[in-house]
């Protein structure tokens, strides 16, 4: 039970790797903040598996991009369990463009990717800092992709937009050093509701990978779990891909 009496804010905790790292947090002692902006029912439902099977869960809405609604959010949190000791900077977005179709890259696009990939990691992450720097010690990890490392993702700007938290995971573990660490966990493909109508693409791509699977959100989770426990690393981008990138 290494997070036995840690407070764990997953956001985006509904869904996914979100899911699947609620539950994981869950089971090794971590009371769980599930946050969602619009799947409630999956949030809800999150949280039952968790209080099912013994632990503590609460859901809490919030949309990340609003910088009040997160900071509303965080103080929730504190008034019930006392601080955050963990945030899982989960919550991301695409859009499914064609790489050379500049043209559909439009400034909403845009917008919308980097106000809930980038920003609203940062907004979460300053949010929860000042309580983390109290009991100094806390521990950070951002959601990147492997599309931030090659360029070749759902689209241009979701691919941009990870390389940014990559960008972002260094600037914060050096602004909030050293009571708070910060990592990067970087997905290749993941079995998820993202690849919903693409299958087939999946089942061509896994055995071309070295380890001919694709990930599983608990793959991710697991990872996840191991860089919020581990004190002698700050700043890294951790990557797990089944060698997809090698």
């Known amino acids: 039970?290494?997070?036995?009496?840690?407070?764990?804010?997953?956001?985006?905790?509904?869904?996914?790797?979100?899911?699947a790292t609620s539950i994981a947090l869950a089971?090794?002692?971590?009371?769980?903040?599930?946050?969602?902006?619009?799947?409630?029912?999956?949030?809800?439902?999150?949280?039952?598996?968790?209080?099912?099977?013994?632990?503590?869960?609460?859901?809490?809405?919030?949309d990340v991009t609003q910088d009040k609604a997160v900071r509303n959010m965080i103080q929730a949190a504190v008034r019930q369990f006392g601080t955050v000791d963990l945030l899982v900077n989960n919550a991301s977005i695409t859009k499914h463009i064609p790489m050379d179709d500049l043209d559909s890259a439009t400034e909403d696009v845009w917008d919308e990717l980097f106000d809930v990939n980038v920003k609203g990691m940062f907004y979460c992450a300053r949010a929860v800092a000042p309580?983390?720097?109290?009991?100094?010690?806390?521990?950070?990890?951002?959601?990147?992709?492997?599309?931030?490392?090659?360029?070749?993702?759902?689209?241009?700007?979701?691919?941009?937009?990870?390389?940014?938290?990559?960008?972002?995971?260094?600037?914060?573990?050096?602004?909030?050093?050293?009571?708070?660490?910060?990592?990067c966990i970087v997905p290749g493909?993941?079995?998820?509701r993202w690849w919903a109508g693409q299958e087939e693409q999946m089942k061509k791509l896994a055995p071309?990978?070295?380890?001919?699977?694709?990930?599983?959100?608990?793959?991710?989770?697991?990872?996840?779990?191991?860089?919020?426990?581990?004190?002698?690393?700050?700043g890294q981008m951790i990557t797990v891909d089944s060698g997809q990138t090698l």
Request: proline letters at 2%; hydrophobic letters at 45%; a positive charge.
């Open 1 to 19: 039970m290494e997070f036995k009496n840690k407070v764990a804010l997953v956001t985006g905790g509904g869904t996914g790797i979100g899911k």
């Open 27 to 62: 089971k090794r002692g971590a009371t769980v903040i599930v946050n969602y902006s619009r799947s409630e029912f999956d949030a809800e439902e999150t949280v039952r598996l968790i209080k099912q099977e013994g632990g503590r869960a609460i859901a809490i809405q919030a």
């Open 131 to 183: 309580f983390m720097k109290k009991n100094q010690q806390g521990a950070i990890v951002n959601l990147g992709s492997i599309a931030g490392q090659t360029g070749l993702g759902s689209s241009l700007p979701y691919a941009v937009s990870k390389a940014a938290v990559h960008g972002l995971t260094k600037s914060l573990a050096r602004a909030l050093a050293p009571e708070i660490r910060v990592n």
């Open 189 to 192: 493909a993941v079995v998820t």
């Open 208 to 234: 071309n990978l070295l380890l001919q699977r694709i990930s599983t959100p608990d793959d991710i989770a697991h990872m996840i779990c191991a860089a919020l426990q581990q004190e002698a690393i700050t």
